[in-house]
């Protein structure tokens, strides 16, 4: 027993102490007098003694009951699944096959690239999109260690952390099954299409979006240009809403700035206006680029009650009108124009929902998946050998999907480098006797480490078919969330079982 700082910081290095010396690391027990007692109580000297001698009984009453317990070993597969060909999954399968490790991309779509194939120029690195993404390309389908599946998607996952079975069909029902160690979801996001906004629809080709300017900005025909003399763009459309999408898209402003950009290079006499609520340019030179872009076009304010207004008033060649209150001017603005480009954010690709249910990891309130911890692992889902990367969790710019995808890499590497895997002694122990196969552990464990199974009963003359629940002990954590669900009392947390809780509990009230 040692009575002293943080367990997280310490816990392990004592356990390593222990084990050199011949000692079971389950029979070490830390007692958190610093950060439960004289941090918390600094100024009320006799307290926090009287307090730290009671956490120092109450442990000692429990480390009279602790048992050994041991770490079971299983072989982990050197394989990695990439579930997205966007340009993040195809980093981070480049960064795994680098390394040595046999590594799969599933692509739903019958090319790699995703959004890429429909870009220009890249923001903020100014690149022509189609030749930074054939150079990735290029490099993917010449590595000996990525196999692609084009048209392809999941149809099954099954197993844990090191060893995975995967089954994957493609768009003529063909099942290919792969067994792997870890997976990387890099399923990317999709423009939001504003149908009904801003006269945005069939009827008006000249209302489009930023992803449909841009794929006008790359095709060789210019001739699109001719009798267009104003622009119009507005940022923030259906975004950062009271309801509906609430969240900010942050790559919006950016690339709005770079299309107007081009096209003052490609049609210097353009007039540009640019109606916006906020930029969010985060970055020094993000900020000299927005700054260089105010000296080439109009830009005006609007509020989120104030919405501008447009209306279509000729039909060959189209012009509408656009009204607006300019909140810095506090007046209201009228003027023509012969396109409207609209901003709209990113959102989740459809179907996240079926994925995230196969992987049983989670999705936050907007559909993007959600991190373990946005701060403490911001990689990593709270399925153990399960990583994130790019837009499959949030918005975000080319470089950053491309560190987020060498980070999730990175993650995953540690694991598939290891040739084994160690598997906790602190984990869940269900009764089977006793166990009446109700399903609320399975329904509450937030590592989806618990698993109803049928079982067969020989009862007298008949069989009877039950349910019993089973901990995966590669997935378990030992958070006891199943212990404290169970109505049965049936699930008992090793190392915490309920005779060692109690002797704390008893050790506490004999002294007061």
């Known amino acids: 027993i040692v009575a002293s700082c943080t367990p997280r910081t310490h816990e392990s290095l004592f356990q390593e102490t222990c084990v050199e010396g011949g000692l079971n690391k389950y029979l070490f027990e830390m007692v958190n007098i610093r950060d439960q007692c004289s941090w918390v ?79 220009n120029i890249l923001y903020p690195i100014h690149e022509e999109s189609s030749k930074f993404l054939n150079e990735i390309k290029n490099k993917v389908e010449k590595s000996k260690n990525i196999q692609v599946f084009l048209s392809s998607n999941l149809k099954e996952i099954k197993g844990f952390v090191g060893n995975y079975n995967v089954s994957i069909i493609d768009s003529e029902k063909n099942v290919q099954d792969l067994k792997v160690g870890t997976i990387i979801v890099a399923t ?161 690709p459809e179907n996240l929902q079926e994925l995230a249910k196969m992987l049983k990891v989670p999705l936050d309130k907007n559909g993007f998946f959600l991190e373990a911890h946005v701060k403490l692992r911001p990689l990593d889902f709270a399925t153990e050998g399960i990583f994130l990367s790019g837009c499959a969790q949030w918005p975000k710019n080319i470089q950053d999907s491309i560190s987020q995808a060498n980070g999730a890499a990175g993650r995953a590497s540690r694991i598939l480098s290891a040739k084994t895997i160690k598997t906790s002694g602190l984990i869940a122990e269900v009764n089977q006797e006793r166990c009446i196969g109700c399903g609320k552990c399975e329904s509450v464990c937030p590592y989806n480490a618990i698993e109803l199974i049928e079982e067969e009963i020989e009862f007298e003359d008949c069989t009877i078919i039950t349910k019993k629940s089973y901990v995966n002990s590669a997935l378990c954590k030992g958070c006891g969330t199943c212990g404290a669900q169970c109505p049965n009392s049936t699930i008992v947390i090793k190392h915490f079982s309920f005779e060692q809780i109690n002797a704390m509990i008893r050790a506490l009230s004999i002294n007061n």
């Open 41 to 119: 109580h600094m100024n009320e000297y006799e307290f926090a003694t009287e307090k730290a001698k009671d956490l120092i009984r109450m442990v000692v009453a429990k480390a009279r009951l602790l048992k050994p317990l041991t770490e079971a070993k299983l072989d982990i597969t050197p394989n990695a699944l990439i579930i997205g060909g966007g340009i993040s999954g195809m980093t981070a399968a480049l960064n795994l096959a680098c390394q040595g490790f046999q590594t799969y991309i599933v692509e739903k779509k019958n090319k790699l690239g995703g959004n890429l194939n429909d870009l």
């Open 188 to 348: 990317g996001a999709l423009e939001l299409k504003p149908e009904g906004l801003f006269q945005y629809g069939e009827k008006n080709k000249n209302v489009i979006t930023q992803l449909e300017l841009e794929k006008k900005l790359k095709g060789d025909d210019k001739s699109w240009l001719n009798g267009i003399d104003r622009i119009t763009v507005i940022l923030c459309v259906n975004a950062r809403q009271k309801e509906g999408i609430t969240y900010c898209s942050n790559v919006c402003c950016g690339v709005s700035l770079k299309n107007i950009s081009i096209l003052k290079e490609l049609k210097p006499e353009l007039e540009i206006a640019v109606l916006y609520r906020d930029f969010q340019m985060a970055k020094k030179e993000f900020e000299e680029y927005y700054r260089d872009r105010r000296k080439e076009s109009m830009f005006l304010r609007y509020d989120l009650e104030g919405q501008p207004e447009i209306v279509k008033i000729n039909e060959k060649p189209e012009k509408y009108q656009v009204s607006i209150f300019e909140t810095n001017l506090q007046d209201q603005l009228q003027f023509e124009t012969d396109l409207v480009v609209l901003s709209t954010p990113m959102i989740p």
